[in-house]
């Protein structure tokens, strides 16, 4: 079947903007997870998802990150107010059930802000 | 929160030659322990993972030990070949006693680099 997809697969925006990134899962697959990883960096945690509940958000930077994931499938990451910080590229990964199981990582968005 | 520290950032193998990446973890409980590939402008993917109840495993040119007693673990790639060439992470999950979390702690990577 068809492996994770997110949109968009480039995004620039102006400082002060709302941007959406949308990650599709692996069908089937419970677990969701939102990394992000700036230029020649490691993988950041972001938040993860069980279904569509969000227990831990604790990897958010600031208030102005949200995430929702609906119907146990498509998840939304929010960035609001975009600073020229939060130029990266942002990952999503599903797995089966947990975290370990393998993660199955999307092509990601790389997000610039000007 | 868990630690996961990776060693080298950078390693530089002639083609044929053997590498070894080395990654440590602060939480005992940790009990799965994958490694990703990733290059240059693509999406991390898994070669390898051990699970707490083995010491080693191996898969082709690529094994993966584990000393739980010293929580270290590493990657052994053998017989180099220029697409090894990437960006290997570690990883290890915490929180898994104190019901805290459900996320993989990542190292931050080696570069490794084979050269014909």
């Known amino acids: 079947g068809a492996g994770v997809s997110q949109s968009p697969s480039n995004k620039v925006t102006e400082k002060g903007k709302d941007v959406e990134l949308r990650c599709d899962p692996i069908?089937?697959?419970?677990?969701l997870y939102w990394y992000r990883q700036s230029l020649g960096q490691g993988l950041e945690f972001l938040i993860y998802?069980?279904?569509?509940?969000?227990?831990?958000k604790s990897g958010l930077p600031s208030d102005r990150f949200s995430a929702e994931r609906t119907g146990g499938s498509v998840s939304t990451l929010t960035i609001q107010r975009t600073q020229q910080e939060d130029s990266a590229v942002y990952l999503c990964?599903?797995?089966?059930?947990?975290?370990?199981?393998?993660?199955?990582f999307g092509p990601g968005t790389r997000l610039t802000v000007t | 929160g868990e630690n996961v520290e990776q060693h080298p950032s950078t390693l530089s193998v002639q083609e044929g030659d053997s590498a070894v990446i080395k990654c440590t973890y602060s939480?005992?409980?940790?009990?799965?322990f994958p490694w990703y590939k990733q290059e240059l402008g693509k999406r991390p993917q898994l070669i390898i993972d051990?699970?707490?109840?083995?010491g080693e495993k191996k898969d082709q040119r690529i094994a993966v030990t584990l000393n739980k007693t010293a929580k270290h673990f590493s990657l052994h790639i053998t017989e180099t070949q220029p697409e090894d060439s990437a960006v290997y992470f570690c990883?290890?999950?915490?929180?898994?006693?104190?019901?805290?979390?459900?996320?993989?702690?990542f190292g931050t990577g080696t570069q490794l680099k084979v050269e014909l």
């Open positions: 990964a599903s797995s089966l059930v947990s975290n370990v199981d393998e993660q199955y």
């Open positions: 069908s089937g697959h419970t677990a």
């Open positions: 998802f069980q279904g569509n509940s969000a227990p831990d």
């Open positions: 939480d005992s409980a940790s009990n799965y």
């Open positions: 051990i699970r707490s109840n083995v």
């Open positions: 990883a290890a999950p915490w929180g898994l006693l104190t019901g805290g979390g459900n996320k993989l702690t």
